[in-house]
């Protein structure tokens, strides 16, 4: 397995300027969606019980990364540590906008999954990178001492300065919207829910078709991508299980442990993606294998959803007592 996912690391993946601005215009616009949906009103009533989202934050902005980085080491005799290192960085994404309508559909509670979304995405500026240069290095120091990762320098001022360009400013124009111009924001949700969704499918498969063109023979495409996918579904199953049953063991209302179990498992992979593209954050120099933390990355975007969806359709058909 080892050797199919290090196939993927020797590839050296980059977009070119157009293609990094299209996938900047798409994450920004999705921010720009989920900025819309969030309203004063939605906090008010999740704040009055503020047990289950501080629980969620917990969750999201310290289990979920700490877990990822044990895992990546319990994995780390057949794991590389390109692939390691993309399981940090999902693990350290906010929560992906699909959260709110899984959680929805699962007649979970929407206004903490929503709440949950907003609080996240408004700290990714300083959480994603400080939990990405905390939890990297920690794997770091372990993967050298095992001679398996060479010197890597974990970005993060450079992350820092380029998530607030990328998300601070659609957020705070989709939080100017909503709060100056209801009307028009509600207009806007309900085309901006839809084409975020698909433009952010579409990013995805731009990615994985990036990836796919660099290999030569195709046995080489199904074992390194049936590889990652493999990491991916134990990450993701980690993530979802982990909201699940620390939810459980907290004894929250069934509809609050619904939402917390698909918040932690559902990440803004896309922002992954465009930071992974961006070459003054991941230098090439440096950087130089990173095919395997962007199929990891792109894989993540494509299976949440369909775990997503499992989940959510068996929340769905139990009992809430």
Same mark, same amino acid.
């Given at each position: 397995?080892?050797?199919? /996912? ?10 070119? $300027?157009?293609?990094? /601005? ?7 616009? +999705? ?5 819309? &949906?969030?309203? %004063?009103? #939605? ?12 629980? &969620? ?5 310290? *289990? ?9 080491? !319990? ?28 959680? !929805? ?15 996240? #995405?408004?700290? !990714? $500026? ?47 124009? &989709? ?13 806007? @949700?309900? +085309? @901006?829910?839809?084409?975020?969704? /698909? ?6 498969? %731009? $990615?994985? =078709?990036? %990836?796919?063109? $660099? ?15 493999? +990491? ?9 299980? =982990? ?17 917390? =179990?698909?918040?932690? &498992? ?12 961006? #070459?003054?954050?991941? *230098? ?25 969806? =499992? ?11």
């Amino acid at each position: 397995m080892k050797e199919h /996912l290090l196939n993927l690391d020797s590839l050296n993946i980059n977009l070119g $300027s157009g293609e990094m /601005l299209v996938v900047n215009f798409i994450l920004a616009f +999705v921010m720009f969606g989920v900025a819309l &949906g969030i309203k %004063v009103r #939605t906090f008010k009533s999740i704040f009055k019980k503020p047990v289950p989202i501080i629980l &969620g934050l917990l969750l999201q902005w310290v *289990a979920l990364p700490a877990l990822t980085c044990l895992l990546a080491i !319990a994995l780390n005799p057949i794991i590389t540590p390109m692939i390691a290192i993309g399981m940090i960085l999902v693990a350290s994404c906010p929560g992906g906008n699909m959260s709110n309508f899984l959680s !929805a559909f699962s007649k979970g509670n929407i206004e903490l999954s929503v709440s949950m979304t907003a609080v996240t #995405t408004l700290f !990714a $500026s300083l959480i994603t990178p400080l939990n990405f240069w905390f939890w990297g290095s920690h794997y770091c120091r372990f993967a050298s001492i095992r001679n398996d990762i060479p010197t890597l320098d974990i970005p993060f001022d450079e992350m820092l300065s380029q998530i607030i360009l990328i998300l601070g400013f659609p957020i705070i124009l &989709g939080l100017i919207v909503s709060h100056y111009f209801p009307n028009v924001a509600k207009k806007l @949700t309900k +085309v @901006t829910s839809v084409l975020s969704i /698909l433009l952010f499918v579409a990013m995805l498969l %731009v $990615s994985t =078709t990036q %990836v796919l063109s $660099s290999f030569e023979q195709r046995w080489e495409v199904y074992a390194g991508i049936l590889s990652a996918l493999f +990491v991916v579904i134990i990450h993701n199953a980690t993530a979802l299980g =982990t909201g699940y049953f620390v939810a459980k063991i907290a004894r929250v209302p069934v509809r609050d442990r619904r939402s917390l =179990t698909i918040e932690t &498992g559902i990440q803004n992979s896309g922002l992954g993606l465009a930071l992974l593209f961006n #070459t003054s954050i991941f *230098a090439p120099e440096l950087w130089y294998n990173n095919g395997g933390m962007i199929i990891v990355t792109a894989l993540w975007g494509i299976w949440h959803i369909v775990s997503g969806l =499992t989940v959510s359709i068996l929340f769905r058909r139990s009992p809430l007592a």
